[in-house]
């Protein structure tokens, strides 16, 4: 896998942003920046209705199915719908994906982290000030400690969001006439 952005890409990113010690600080950036990468392709997929996963950058993969990264796309275009060169990759991919590395290199396998419901339980109690208490389990439950009232709340597993990220590659994510298709997971 080729990264959507050089070392040398990172260094002036964070050089302008002084931010050169945090990322000199990263033993491994070209892994780190190939990591980010394929979670910038992974990230930025939803799952229709059918079950079918779609890409949410605009156009298609340049190279069709031999083409193993998202980058770079023909027919596509920012959401101002201005054409993205198709032998290009967007600066927002690059940015983002700058971005993802230096977070991927300081932790390592924290951008996609596995979960398993079975064993990445939460708390099983917390008790805040005698009025309310928190269960965690395979679910979410609460109480009204005064009262013993149970009550539920629907809980997913938690995906790490990286606000600063989705930002950064937000305009690419979208062709003409289309909306922004961010899912937000909590």
């Known amino acids: ?16 942003r002084g931010q050169t ?16 990468s394929q979670y910038i392709d992974l990230r930025y ?3 229709l209705g059918t079950g079918r996963w779609k890409s949410m950058f605009s156009g298609s993969r340049a190279g069709g199915r031999a083409q193993d990264q998202e980058w770079p796309r023909v ?14 990759i967007p600066l927002e991919v690059v940015n983002a994906t700058i971005e993802a590395a230096i977070r991927e290199g300081q932790n390592p396998g924290s951008l996609l982290p596995d979960y398993n419901p079975a064993a990445d339980r939460l708390p099983t109690s917390v ?18 400690a005064t009262n013993d009232t ?3 709340l629907d809980v997913s597993p938690t995906v790490p969001i990286f606000p600063e990220i989705d930002a950064i590659i937000a305009p690419v994510l979208t062709g ?4 922004v298709a961010m899912n937000v997971i909590r």
């Open 1 to 16: 896998m080729t990264p959507y952005a050089t070392t040398t890409d990172a260094d002036s990113y964070f050089a302008a």
């Open 21 to 36: 010690p945090e990322w000199s600080a990263i033993a491994d950036q070209p892994s780190a920046l190939v990591r980010a």
């Open 45 to 47: 997929r939803s799952r």
């Open 75 to 88: 027919d596509a275009a920012d959401y101002d719908g201005n054409d993205i060169d198709p032998s290009s």
């Open 127 to 144: 008790e805040v000030y005698q009025a309310v208490k928190v269960s965690y389990g395979q679910s979410l439950t609460y109480k009204n």
């Open 150 to 152: 149970p009550g539920q």
């Open 176 to 179: 003409v006439g289309g909306i």
